[in-house]
């Protein structure tokens, strides 16, 4: 009984290791019918203020890759050229400071004013209003490489039609953009 003490509590020190916290990995079964009697496990770690701008093992949360730049404020205008019924953009850019590639998803349109003039509205091919009305499907804009790569940066734009105001008096559309980012997962 003795003996069965030290084996007893060995194995709930590994029981609690394996339950409490833990992070999603690989498995490898070792069967000692087919001759196996060890396996080796790979263990990294993190010490100090993990940094997800240099490439090592994933953080507990793995939200904490995510570090991107984007715009605070964006425009579309309407055309002179177009009678005011063409919309477009200056080209805004959004970078990935993370060693992790980041997938950026356009999530929402939030607190709609004055809208009822834009016929349509899009984010690069991504359909924001229609008619007046928000007409967003939750869509990927698209995936940032990592910040070492040359796709750690890209682009979007707004492109659309609208309903001009009598005598081409100003209207001043607006929302909130509400992307969403998420880390690529390998």
Known sequence: MKNMKPMILGSAAVLSLLVGGTIASATQTIDGREGQTSGDVQVNGIIGSFDNTKPGPDPEDINEWINVTIPTTALFYSTEASGHKELVSPTYTVT???????????????????????????????????????????????????????????????????????????????????????????
Do not use: M, Q, R, W
């Not at 929402?108 to 349509?120: G, P, R």
């Not at 984010?123 to 990592?146: D, H, Q, R, Y």
């Open 96 to 186: 990935n400071n993370s060693a992790k590639g980041v997938i950026t998803t356009v999530s929402s349109v939030e607190d709609a004013s004055t809208i009822d003039s834009v016929d349509l509205l899009n984010i690069n091919a991504i359909e924001l209003i229609k008619e007046g009305e928000v007409s967003l499907a939750e869509s990927e804009l698209f995936e940032l490489g990592a910040s070492a790569t040359d796709s750690a940066t890209k682009t979007f734009e707004f492109t659309g039609t609208s309903t001009p105001g009598a005598d081409d008096e100003e209207i001043n559309p607006s929302f909130n953009l509400v992307l969403n980012f998420a880390p690529v997962v390998e």
